[in-house]
């Protein structure tokens, strides 16, 4: 998911970047060039080598190449010997030493050598010595008569061709090498023929060109306030200079994924209208050591030489994490840049306005030395936005959709708690797009409500279930269900359905009836209890377990976990935090640090987290087994039905109605024939994903295959 909650359509902006002009056709053909030339110069040698050989032989046997039939006319020629010459052309190497080449290779052997070896040659070489005018004369009237071309002495073309041969590969080899090195320089968008490894790969944005301002970003009413103050020190630094006030050299905005971070980054630039560069921390790594710290340099130069101007490092956890911990060792490329940056930071002159604006979502694993004040002076935390911020983002990402009369913002701004604004955007998009899969002119509230059971069960799987597995499903899934509606503090179920989504093969839905910030002990402990429903249900029914509990047991285990060392809600050990399993080994905490606690406060702790479990399931399989008769009536419904909806099911086991489910709506529908819920209005669906990396009240549910 991305990081950054881009909420408005920016228009035709365009960063500024260096890029590769070649064209890729042209590319191409260079390429084809240079492998038919290897392949050429590869056969080549190999026909050399094949045939390539220069042997020297007697007077006779070159006259016999060259013109077998004198020879044949003195009698002294084989039976067997050609009547036509075998020489294409005679060169004269040296005085006295003729060089022929043959049209067709022979194979030779040294007569006065016993037992010699033949060697095929494709030329033959003849010495005649001095004063043998005679036998030269005899040799260019034999070459006449054939019509073979007798030249002088060049050695200087032998020596020509000899270079040709033996330089060609070297020559292709370094084309090869400088294509490839010319392409590399120009991703890397700086001249040389190694390329620029350590230049800024920054992308600049002029600050009058920038179209982003705070009134594109919808929601985040706080954190603009606080950023406010950034862009009126850019405008007017002499209203804070002249009282001795110094501007935040950096700002570090912290929050989830997808919640706006570099689009307030880009507003920030946008409103005081100064230059913008961006880039992200991971773009400084390099593989060559040093060149993170040559980038950060330039970078930070430039700026300078521009200032005032904006520095924006997207994911700077990249590179800010704590050093000298970890696997990765003390001494990298990451620290290197890290240590850069830090000494950047410092360097800034009173002159010079250059702020620096970073994003992170782990603010936990950056260095103290970054986040210190005179760096990393502000923080400003961007959350998941509210319900009425949540409707202000939708109504900005459907600026450009058509929708339907029924479509009511404010009802999926209700039963969207936890979404992010790129979780927004994403559920429009969707609603859009099934609305356009089904040809439809316009999107409705049924395309958003699927769109939003989509982004959170999962797609609709089409595989059918064994009756045996349905029959499991059921009664799981009604565990979950029932167990909701009899525990006080609950979150109210939204739907029960037995159809196969995503991973799972059902799924129990509940909504909070308000956002929470806050959680008691007895609402995370019915988590557990109904978290450990289905499982209870195949027990009780079945006598047996299944792997489909499997999500079910790892959430609640989780949950507990977290109750009894990290929010002191144990009986037996009180109100003591202890760290435990709360850093990966990779981010250098948990592999520095000791353990605070002895053996046997571990084992306590174990002890205390089975305590509580066993509890939970026990108080399961008694409402359960208490309420049998509401476990059997839910399972069949769902058997026949296969999708519940919150006012069926308390319809059906004769149950009041919660009071956020007596407000007046539209009356819920139930597709049965693609087994999709369809609601016109949805107030009462929401999503809470605020209980720390532990049980999402949104979805109870057997996961399968």
């Not at 010319?182 to 700086?190: E, I």
């Not at 179209?211 to 103050?229: G, I, M, S």
């Not at 410092?346 to 986040?371: K, M, Y």
Request: net charge negative; aromatic share 6%.
């Amino acid at each position: 998911m991305s990081q950054s909650n881009k909420v408005p359509n920016q228009g035709p902006e365009r960063p500024q970047e260096r890029g590769d002009t070649t064209s890729p056709r042209r590319n191409s053909w260079i390429w084809v060039l240079l492998v038919v030339l290897v392949l050429y110069l590869i056969m080549s040698n190999v026909a050399n080598v094949q045939g390539s050989g220069v042997v020297e032989v007697g007077y006779r046997t070159f006259m016999e190449q060259l013109d077998p039939r004198s020879v044949a006319a003195e009698g002294s020629a084989p039976a067997s010997a050609q009547q036509r010459t075998n020489v294409k052309f005679i060169r004269q190497t040296e005085p006295g030493r003729f060089e022929a080449t043959l049209l067709e290779p022979i194979d030779y052997s040294d007569p006065s050598v016993k037992d010699a070896k033949s060697v095929r040659a494709s030329r033959i070489v003849v010495v005649v010595g001095d004063n043998t005018d005679s036998i030269i004369t005899q040799m260019y009237q034999a070459a006449n008569r054939v019509g073979v071309e007798l030249k002088g002495d060049n050695g200087s073309g032998q020596i020509l061709s000899v270079v040709l041969i033996n330089l060609l590969p070297l020559v292709a080899i370094v084309l090869i090498f400088w294509f490839m090195a010319s392409r590399v320089r120009k991703q890397m968008g700086a001249p040389g023929i190694f390329g620029k490894f350590g230049g800024n790969r920054a992308k600049r944005y002029e600050g009058g060109k920038t179209q982003v301002t705070f009134k594109d970003v919808a929601a985040l009413r706080n954190v603009k306030r606080e950023l406010q103050e950034i862009v009126a020190f850019l405008k007017h630094p002499e209203r804070y200079t002249r009282l001795g006030a110094q501007i935040p050299k950096g700002v570090l905005l912290v929050g989830p994924p997808g919640t706006g971070k570099t689009l307030l980054a880009r507003a920030v630039a946008g409103e005081a209208g100064v230059p913008f560069y961006s880039i992200s921390g991971s773009e400084f790594i390099e593989l060559f050591v040093g060149m993170g710290a040559s980038r950060v340099r330039e970078l930070f130069d430039e700026a300078k030489k521009n200032s005032p101007c904006i520095v924006f490092i997207d994911e700077i956890d990249a590179v800010g994490r704590s050093r000298g911990a970890g696997l990765g060792g003390g001494h990298d490329e990451r620290e290197q840049t890290l240590n850069q940056i830090l000494s950047e930071m410092d360097g800034f002159e009173i002159t010079q306005t250059v702020i620096v604006l970073a994003a992170t979502n782990r603010p936990d694993v950056l260095d103290p030395a970054l986040v210190r004040p005179g760096r990393f002076d502000r923080q400003v935390v961007v959350e998941r936005p509210q319900r009425d911020g949540r409707r202000q983002i939708l109504e900005v990402h459907t600026k450009n959709i058509p929708l339907d009369s029924t479509v009511d913002l404010d009802s999926i701004a209700r039963a969207t708690i936890g979404f992010s604004g790129a979780d927004l955007r994403n559920l429009a998009n969707e609603a859009a797009l099934l609305a356009a899969r089904e040809n439809k002119e316009v999107v409705g509230q049924v395309d958003f409500e699927n769109a939003k059971d989509k982004i959170l069960l999962g797609t609709l799987r089409d595989e059918a279930m064994t009756e045996k597995e349905k029959v499991l499903t059921a009664y799981h899934e009604a565990g979950h269900a029932l167990l909701a509606l009899l525990l006080p503090e609950a979150d109210p179920v939204q739907s029960v359905t037995i159809v196969p989504r995503g991973r799972a093969l059902g799924v129990t839905q509940q909504a909070p009836a308000e956002e929470i910030h806050s959680y008691s002990r007895t609402y995370l402990l019915n988590r557990v209890v109904i978290a450990l429903g289905g499982r209870a249900a195949e027990e009780l029914v079945f006598s047996e377990f299944t792997t489909g509990a499997e999500n079910d047991l790892k959430q609640s285990t989780g949950l507990v976990e977290r109750m009894v060392c990290r929010w002191g809600m144990s009986e037996k050990l009180g109100p003591v935090a202890f760290p435990r399993g709360e850093e990966h080994v990779f981010l250098g905490r948990e592999l520095g640090e000791t353990k605070h606690y002895s053996e046997h406060t571990a084992m306590l702790i174990d002890d205390e987290i089975r305590r509580i479990i066993d509890k939970c399931y026990t108080t399961a399989m008694e409402l359960l087994q208490r309420e049998r008769d509401k476990l059997e009536r839910l399972a069949k419904e769902l058997l026949d039905r296969e999708i519940l909806t919150d006012r069926e099911i308390y319809d059906l086991l004769d149950m009041p109605i919660p009071a956020a489910l007596r407000e007046p709506e539209t009356e819920v529908s139930v597709d049965r024939a693609s087994r999709t819920p369809e609601r016109t209005t949805s107030s009462e669906q929401q999503r809470d994903s605020r209980v720390e990396e532990g049980l999402d009240p949104g979805m109870l549910g057997l996961e399968g295959a």
